[in-house]
């Protein structure tokens, strides 16, 4: 089973308008008319149309950060799985660490999000990953599992299979501290028979499942070269246009 890598990168809040039009005209110049990989743009949902106008008709995606799982109606500053289509998006990611641990998201309100953009026609990016403290615990494994069961409540296996895993160790986020290839290839090995277990073995094989924690062009080679790991969320190298070329050249 050939799963096709997938690049995204989590601009977080960073950029204004101008400074978000020119970083996705960057990346779009970058990469060309048919890269071989896919890639998606994740911009603050102020500036989603602005890049929009940008990778329209190019083979660059777009993703927001978030959505709030609700139809239209008075849920003042949320934005919904609905307007997130209609202004050009494919992805959506879910269930970040920063959104956890500052926001307080839950693993059933990550599931809540997660049908609510499967319903709004976008593939969800499903984020999990254990902190510093649960690795050296050596909870990584029921941490994960928690979270992923968790998240995917509800999910069946004709929709489970569409869907994006990111494997964050929080203590990689945005530290410069990445997980060697074996640390993450492992991790992504446990989440891929965790969910060959939750689906079926054929479903778990066509999750893709990213990893993402200071990805940079130069460790990006060795982690995507792993069986397990099918792409990368970039969070702070994805800010410079070639940093985050330089991380979609290294794919294999
Ligand atoms: C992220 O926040 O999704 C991320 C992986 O950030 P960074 O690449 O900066 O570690």
Known sequence: MTRRILIAGNWK?????????????????????????????????????TVSEVTAGTPVELGAQNLYAAEDGAFTGEVNAAMLTDVGCQFVILGHSERRQLMGETDACVSKKLHAALAGNL???VCVGETLEQREADETESVIETQIRGSLEGLDEARAAGIVIAYEPVWA????????????????AFIRDLLGKMFTPDVAEQ????????????????????PNIDGALVGGASL?????????????
């Open 13 to 49: 809040m960073n950029t204004r308008s101008a400074a978000a039009a020119s970083l996705a005209k960057g990346v779009v110049e970058a990469v060309g008319k048919s890269p071989a990989v896919e890639i998606a743009l994740c911009p603050p949902s102020v500036y989603l149309a």
């Open 123 to 125: 593939t969800p990016i």
């Open 173 to 188: 986020i945005g530290t410069g501290k990445v997980a060697s290839k074996e640390q993450a290839e492992a991790v992504h």
């Open 207 to 226: 999750i893709r499942i990213q990893y993402g924690g200071s990805v940079k062009p130069g460790n990006a080679a060795e982690l995507l070269s792993q």
């Open 240 to 252: 410079k246009a070639e940093d985050f070329a330089g991380i979609i050249n290294a794919a294999p």
